[in-house]
């Protein structure tokens, strides 16, 4: 059974930073969000095992499961690698959130953050796509697919060897299109290529892209000064063709009711409006970055093979997209096999051929201090 894109909400409740109270989550206010959200015409809830330490899916049993009609709305959940130990922990896991939820069965389900290394490795190492197959064979599973946080390229190998499988979940927004170590363009050319259904999780970039520096929302008040600047990332994100639904983790009331706003009546954007987000995403580029070209004049000498380009382009990708995390692991793949940042021994060789003239060796002790202090 196929995923039919124009009956999916544009719009998911991602049930990830829900509002709390008392260090528990508030279920009368996430019902009341809820109730909003369903009475919109939107139905499409996604939690995960790990989600507020497990509560994220008895919150949905307690405000969704129990309170609407099993066939009226979409829930979805994710098996997560790092809690697989053993093949028996597929099933427990999954048994485990079937009581949570109370659901019966899941409309989509995910291999949660699929990536390069270890959590790859792991749903391959048990299996997990054809034990997948399996539960939707028993009817427990409606639609199987994965997240995604890893490389264009494997994200081609694992779709190649898996073409069981029916949609894809990525992070995109309009900052990380070109994000060198997010590369959501690149990843939604490929899925969009193949006609893989894509849900988009993360297009307002964890709340960043709504709140935005002066020199942005200027730009944006200029072109729709009652628009919300979060609107305008969900917008880009929910225009673009092949997404069947774009996950937002509304926190508290007041999203939810700008979300609804954006998503009645949704618009696409505008030529005009997409020129807007361009010259908005010029900006956020263009401060404070490192001038690399990308040469790579200064590697051929580099007596400790350090992939000094490279390393640029992950401090890049921290100044610019404030995304630490995930260029942390970055900068641990890069220099797995190749010098690190703090190899360096001052010799002045890349200095001394860079065309940008810019303080390598500088730049890189800073570097170290940002990446290599545990």
């Known amino acids: 059974m196929s995923i039919d894109l124009n009956k999916m909400p544009k719009l998911g409740f991602g049930l990830m930073r829900l509002p709390t109270k008392d260090g528990a989550v508030d279920l009368d206010r996430v019902a009341a969000m809820a109730d909003a959200y369903i009475k919109a015409g939107l139905n499409y809830f996604d939690t995960a095992y790990v989600y507020h330490g497990g509560t994220s899916e008895t919150t949905a049993r307690e405000v969704i499961v129990?309170?609407?009609?099993?066939?009226?709305?979409?829930?979805?959940?994710?098996?997560?690698?790092?809690?697989?130990?053993?093949?028996?922990?597929?099933?427990?896991?999954?048994?485990?959130q079937l009581e949570r939820t109370g659901a019966g069965y899941f409309d989509f389900y995910l291999l949660h953050s699929l990536e390069d290394g270890y959590n790859y490795e792991v749903y391959e190492k048990y299996d997990c796509f054809s034990w997948a197959l399996q539960k939707k064979?028993?009817?427990?599973?409606?639609?199987?697919?994965?997240?995604?946080?890893?490389?264009?390229?494997?994200?081609?190998?694992v779709l190649d060897k898996h073409p069981e499988v029916e949609f894809v979940q990525i992070q995109l927004n309009y900052l990380d299109w070109d994000n060198p170590v997010i590369q959501s363009g690149r990843l939604y050319e490929i899925l969009h290529s193949r006609n893989i259904p894509i849900i988009i999780m993360e297009p307002v970039k964890g709340g960043t892209l709504a709140d935005p520096a002066p020199a942005v929302a200027d730009l944006f008040k200029a072109a729709a000064p009652e628009a919300s600047y979060a609107s305008w990332a969900l917008r880009f994100a929910a225009s673009l063709e092949g997404v069947m639904t774009v996950l937002s983790g509304m926190s508290n009331?007041?999203?939810?009711?700008?979300?609804?706003?954006?998503?009645?009546?949704?618009?696409?954007?505008?030529?005009?409006?997409?020129?807007?987000?361009?010259?908005?995403?010029?900006?956020?580029?263009?401060?404070?970055?490192?001038?690399?070209?990308?040469?790579?004049?200064?590697?051929?000498g580099c007596p400790m093979g350090i992939p000094i380009p490279d390393i640029f382009k992950t401090e890049n990708s921290v100044r610019v997209y404030k995304d630490t995390w995930r260029a942390a692991n970055h900068y641990k793949a890069i220099t797995a096999s190749a010098g690190k940042a703090s190899d360096c021994i001052g010799c002045g060789q890349c200095e001394s051929v860079c065309p940008q003239h810019l303080n390598v060796i500088e730049l890189l002790k800073n570097i170290a201090e940002r990446f290599e202090t545990e």
């Open 66 to 96: 129990k309170r609407y009609p099993r066939e009226s709305f979409y829930l979805a959940d994710k098996l997560p690698a790092w809690c697989i130990k053993s093949a028996e922990d597929r099933d427990r896991i999954f048994a485990e």
């Open 137 to 157: 064979q028993e009817g427990r599973i409606k639609h199987f697919g994965f997240s995604f946080h890893g490389t264009p390229e494997l994200l081609e190998q």
């Open 253 to 300: 009331e007041e999203q939810m009711q700008d979300n609804l706003g954006t998503f009645t009546d949704f618009k696409p954007l505008s030529d005009e409006e997409s020129e807007v987000v361009e010259k908005v995403r010029s900006v956020m580029l263009s401060d404070g970055t490192i001038g690399c070209t990308a040469c790579r004049y200064c590697c051929d």
